[in-house]
């Protein structure tokens, strides 16, 4: 296998909060240019704080981070990589904290060192791409969870990044939203890493699904294909059902 | 939750750039707050209610504001004028109130309705971001207009996680009354709102590292000095040396 290939390659990584046990124990994980994982898991297995790790939040107590073929260690090296990784927050209120939309969007920018009227113009079209014209001046508090999760997608998308890192981008959100985001994902058409518990989004935007759990990824790389038969009450309505278990096939 | 109320609204004191308006308030702020004479204070509350007029913010809305400031003032009237010494005006069984004292607690009822007037008419009526945007092109320290940004920014995060604190309170029957129960109850809300503000900071920061955070803020906004803004503070700056010097000077009129 070749290397180079690979956007994000993690060798034996550990990670333990200081009050409790390994959240990570040597786990591996490696991506390669044009490939979107999915990730799965129970709660608190370690899916956000592998993404936090991938991105310097967090720090391994041990193990190596390559990112773009380059080991990442030092706080200097990830600010390259946040850069080229863009990481989207589970909740948005996190992710948004200017005033109005457009300055939001274009904080990135101007932290790459864009000039105030390319950042805005950076910005701008951003939003567009994303639907999200004439949203400029809204004010962030004030839009609803679904506006408030594409316009942090607008936040990360407007650094221009080679990598999305996707913290449960649809969690919480209405049908069409969630629509609007699978097929924003598939037009981007960029590497990424999607947690979430949602398995026909999975399905529809990752090529594999690896689930976590002790502290490690197993990967299913086989798809298998299977429908689901059931009969109950409101049948008629489109609808949802709750998280599937990879380790339970049915 | 209220903020910003008067914000939105489209008149001569909304559109005037808000650095003129900033500085206008502070200064005037600061002369109405040291001056002590009569003659002084009175043209002062006038200019407030005619920039308050001028700004078109709805009379009951503003009574609506006056009233948590007046509430305080009542308590000085039923203080001030009983502790002050010098002439006696009349007295109520032992207590004896001063025309001093009455003097002094109109001053006060005077300056701080004025300045209120005014800080509606002037800043209430800037929205907040442009305000923070204002005080960074004055040169205000960076750390103050950020804190100022993400105070406003949180805000409304903190208040509905105390919301939903709240009604978590309120679904399991919790009736505040004097007892230790309830004392202890608030304070774990307090305690619970602090840590988790503590938490939110926390990940705000990072989010803000990821998208290239390296302790600088750079500002999209840029304002221009129109000609109705240089007239308007030439105006203003006018009236308030104006009541400087009335208030300075021994000029009798």
Same mark, same amino acid.
């Given at each position: 296998?070749?290397?180079?290939?690979?956007?994000?390659?993690?060798?034996?990584?550990?990670?333990?909060?200081?009050?409790?046990?390994?959240?990570?124990?040597?786990?591996?994980?490696?991506?390669?240019?044009?490939?979107?994982?999915?990730?799965?898991?129970?709660?608190?297995?370690?899916?956000?704080?592998?993404?936090?790790?991938?991105?310097?939040?967090?720090?391994?107590?041990?193990?190596?981070?390559?990112?773009?073929?380059?080991?990442?260690?030092?706080?200097?090296?990830?600010?390259?990589?946040?850069?080229?990784?863009?990481?989207?927050?589970?909740?948005?209120?996190?992710?948004?904290?200017?005033?109005?939309?457009?300055?939001?969007?274009?904080?990135?920018?101007?932290?790459?060192?864009? *000039?105030?009227?390319?950042?805005?113009?950076?910005?701008?079209?951003?939003?567009?791409?994303?639907?999200?014209?004439?949203?400029?001046?809204?004010?962030?508090?004030?839009?609803?969870?679904?506006?408030?999760?594409?316009?942090?997608?607008?936040?990360?998308?407007?650094?221009?990044?080679?990598?999305?890192?996707?913290?449960?981008?649809?969690?919480?959100?209405?049908?069409?939203?969630?629509?609007?985001?699978?097929?924003?994902?598939?037009?981007?058409?960029? *590497?990424?890493?999607?947690?979430?518990?949602?398995?026909?989004?999975?399905?529809?935007?990752?090529?594999?699904?690896?689930?976590?759990?002790?502290?490690?990824?197993?990967?299913?790389?086989?798809?298998?294909?299977?429908?689901?038969?059931?009969?109950?009450?409101?049948?008629?309505?489109?609808?949802?059902?709750?998280?599937?278990?990879?380790?339970?096939?049915? | 939750?209220?903020?910003?109320?008067?914000?939105?609204?489209?008149?001569?004191?909304?559109?005037?750039?808000?650095?003129?308006?900033?500085?206008?308030?502070?200064?005037?702020?600061?002369?109405?707050?040291?001056?002590?004479?009569?003659?002084?204070?009175?043209?002062?509350?006038?200019?407030?209610?005619?920039?308050?007029?001028? %700004?078109?913010?709805?009379?009951?809305?503003?009574?609506?504001?006056?009233?948590?400031?007046?509430?305080?003032?009542?308590?000085?009237?039923?203080?001030?004028?009983?502790?002050?010494?010098?002439?006696?005006?009349?007295?109520?069984?032992?207590?004896?109130?001063?025309?001093?004292?009455?003097?002094?607690?109109?001053?006060?009822?005077?300056?701080?309705?004025?300045?209120?007037?005014?800080?509606?008419?002037?800043?209430? %009526?800037?929205?907040?971001?442009?305000?923070?945007?204002?005080?960074?092109?004055?040169?205000?320290?960076?750390?103050?207009?950020?804190?100022?940004?993400?105070?406003?920014?949180?805000?409304?995060?903190?208040?509905?996680?105390?919301?939903?604190?709240?009604?978590?309170?309120?679904?399991?029957?919790?009736?505040?009354?004097?007892?230790?129960?309830?004392?202890?109850?608030?304070?774990?809300?307090?305690?619970?709102?602090?840590?988790?503000?503590?938490?939110?900071?926390?990940?705000?920061?990072?989010?803000?590292?990821?998208?290239?955070?390296?302790?600088?803020?750079?500002?999209?906004?840029?304002?221009?000095?129109?000609?109705?803004?240089?007239?308007?503070?030439?105006?203003?700056?006018?009236?308030?040396?104006?009541?400087?010097?009335?208030?300075?000077?021994?000029?009798?009129?």
């Amino acid at each position: 296998m070749d290397k180079d290939n690979f956007i994000i390659n993690l060798t034996d990584v550990s990670f333990a909060y200081p009050d409790g046990a390994p959240v990570l124990d040597k786990l591996n994980l490696q991506l390669r240019r044009g490939e979107c994982l999915g990730l799965v898991g129970p709660n608190g297995s370690g899916k956000t704080t592998l993404l936090h790790i991938i991105v310097g939040l967090l720090k391994p107590s041990s193990g190596n981070i390559e990112i773009f073929g380059k080991t990442a260690r030092r706080e200097e090296d990830f600010q390259g990589v946040r850069q080229r990784v863009g990481l989207l927050f589970q909740d948005a209120d996190d992710q948004l904290f200017h005033p109005t939309v457009l300055e939001d969007v274009a904080f990135g920018p101007l932290n790459l060192g864009k *000039s105030r009227d390319e950042a805005r113009a950076i910005a701008g079209e951003t939003l567009e791409v994303l639907g999200l014209a004439g949203f400029e001046d809204r004010v962030t508090y004030k839009l609803s969870g679904g506006e408030k999760r594409l316009v942090s997608l607008a936040t990360v998308l407007a650094m221009g990044p080679e990598v999305l890192l996707l913290d449960e981008p649809v969690a919480g959100l209405d049908e069409a939203t969630e629509k609007r985001i699978i097929d924003i994902l598939k037009d981007l058409d960029l *590497s990424h890493i999607l947690v979430s518990h949602n398995i026909d989004l999975l399905a529809e935007t990752t090529h594999y699904i690896g689930y976590m759990i002790d502290g490690k990824i197993s990967v299913d790389e086989e798809r298998v294909p299977h429908t689901h038969v059931h009969v109950h009450e409101h049948g008629r309505h489109t609808h949802k059902h709750g998280p599937h278990r990879l380790d339970k096939k049915s | 939750m209220m903020v910003e109320g008067f914000a939105d609204g489209d008149s001569l004191i909304h559109r005037l750039d808000p650095r003129v308006k900033i500085i206008v308030a502070a200064l005037f702020s600061t002369i109405v707050a040291v001056s002590d004479r009569f003659r002084v204070l009175l043209p002062a509350l006038v200019i407030g209610l005619i920039l308050v007029m001028l %700004s078109t913010v709805p009379v009951k809305k503003l009574f609506m504001r006056l009233v948590p400031v007046n509430g305080f003032i009542i308590f000085l009237w039923l203080f001030l004028p009983f502790t002050f010494d010098g002439e006696p005006l009349f007295a109520v069984g032992p207590l004896v109130a001063t025309n001093e004292g009455v003097y002094h607690a109109t001053r006060i009822t005077l300056k701080s309705n004025a300045i209120v007037v005014v800080l509606i008419a002037l800043v209430a %009526s800037t929205p907040v971001f442009a305000l923070g945007h204002a005080l960074h092109e004055l040169r205000i320290p960076n750390k103050i207009v950020h804190l100022f940004f993400f105070t406003y920014r949180y805000i409304h995060v903190m208040y509905r996680e105390y919301l939903r604190l709240v009604n978590a309170m309120k679904i399991r029957n919790f009736r505040p009354a004097t007892n230790i129960h309830t004392y202890r109850t608030f304070a774990y809300l307090v305690g619970m709102l602090l840590v988790k503000s503590h938490e939110r900071a926390k990940r705000v920061y990072n989010a803000m590292l990821c998208r290239g955070f390296r302790g600088r803020f750079y500002s999209l906004s840029r304002f221009s000095l129109k000609p109705i803004d240089v007239i308007s503070f030439i105006l203003m700056l006018t009236v308030i040396l104006g009541l400087a010097v009335l208030e300075w000077t021994r000029i009798t009129l």
